[in-house]
């Protein structure tokens, strides 16, 4: 399998990349939208996100959202960053699809509706991978780190920060799963 150490990346080693052949639908994270740097920076021939005005809509109503654009757009791969990694991570359980999550929210605080991921959630079979930027100053990548691990493989950059100072860097963990988990078609 291939591994990659990110600590030793600098964020432009990344800039001549290939072009991603999953089909990705990414979630973006609180207060964010399809205008994201980290939507943007990923390379891919077919990538949707959704706006979702997470701190309006209930969790029911998001998780229906989800599920809803699933059902319709059949993506390969989910991306989540922040509370989008909750959410991306909830949706490969319930729909058995493969997940990348950035420096995830695995316990979102900002409502009151939303239950924190649990052991089930994340202790399957289903491909998933994590990027940790570990300098984040809103979340402690390190807890989450130590949760992760037991569950999937993460990777980790030493800097950084929540909204992520190398989100190109996804791009190696999307070339890592369509490489071990997708194969390309011939």
């Known amino acids: 399998m291939f591994l990659a150490d990110f600590s030793t990346l600098s964020c432009d080693e990344t800039n001549s990349m290939k072009m991603n052949n999953a089909k990705i639908l990414f979630l973006h994270g609180l207060d964010s939208s399809k205008e994201s740097n980290k939507f943007h920076a990923i390379q891919a021939k077919q990538k949707f996100c959704i706006d979702?005005?997470?701190?309006?809509l209930s969790f029911q109503t998001v998780e229906m959202l989800y599920q809803n654009i699933i059902e319709k757009i059949k993506p390969d791969l989910l991306v989540g960053h922040g509370v989008g990694g909750y959410?991306?991570?909830?949706?490969?359980?319930q729909f058995h699809l493969p997940a990348i999550v950035a420096n995830p929210s695995l316990a979102p605080k900002f409502r009151d509706d939303?239950?924190?991921l649990?052991?089930?959630d994340l202790d399957h079979d289903i491909p998933q991978l994590?990027?940790?930027e570990l300098g984040d100053e809103m979340l402690n990548m390190?807890?989450?780190?130590?949760?992760?691990?037991?569950?999937m493989i993460v990777h980790t950059y030493m800097g950084g920060y929540h909204r992520l100072e190398c989100p190109e860097?996804?791009?190696l963990l999307v070339q890592?799963?369509?490489q071990s988990f997708h194969p390309s078609p011939k």
């Open 118 to 120: 649990e052991e089930k």
């Open 176 to 178: 890592q799963f369509e």
């Open 87 to 93: 959410w991306a991570l909830r949706m490969s359980y």
């Open 142 to 151: 390190y807890e989450t780190q130590q949760i992760l691990e037991r569950f």
């Open 130 to 132: 994590a990027y940790l």
């Open 169 to 171: 860097n996804i791009n």
């Open 114 to 116: 939303y239950p924190a």
């Open 52 to 56: 979702v005005d997470y701190r309006n």
